[in-house]
């Protein structure tokens, strides 16, 4: 399953076309459980594989526009 939401993640700021090329990954995120799940869980995993997540926390009704505006990767709701 870990494996599985990397890959979600890194698919995602791919797509967006953001800071991936640095090796950067930026999410913003519920605080409860969605950030403590990056961070305490995916980041080092990803750490591991050579890539720095940045995890922001973020108001639901905030995180698509955030995306959709190119000022992060990825979501986690």
């Known amino acids: 399953m870990k494996r599985l939401f990397i890959g979600l993640v890194l698919a995602?700021?791919?797509l967006s076309g953001c800071s991936t090329s640095s090796n950067k990954v930026t999410v913003c995120a519920s605080e409860i459980p969605h950030a403590e799940i990056l961070n305490?869980?995916?980041k080092p995993l990803?750490?591991?594989?050579?890539?720095?997540?940045e995890v922001?926390?973020?108001d639901w009704t905030m995180q698509?526009?955030?995306v959709r505006n190119?000022?992060?990767d990825a979501n986690y709701l």
């Open 40 to 42: 305490e869980c995916v």
């Open 64 to 66: 698509n526009d955030a």
């Open 70 to 72: 190119n000022e992060y």
């Open 12 to 14: 995602a700021a791919s």
């Open 56 to 58: 922001t926390v973020l």
């Open 46 to 53: 990803m750490e591991a594989k050579g890539y720095k997540l």
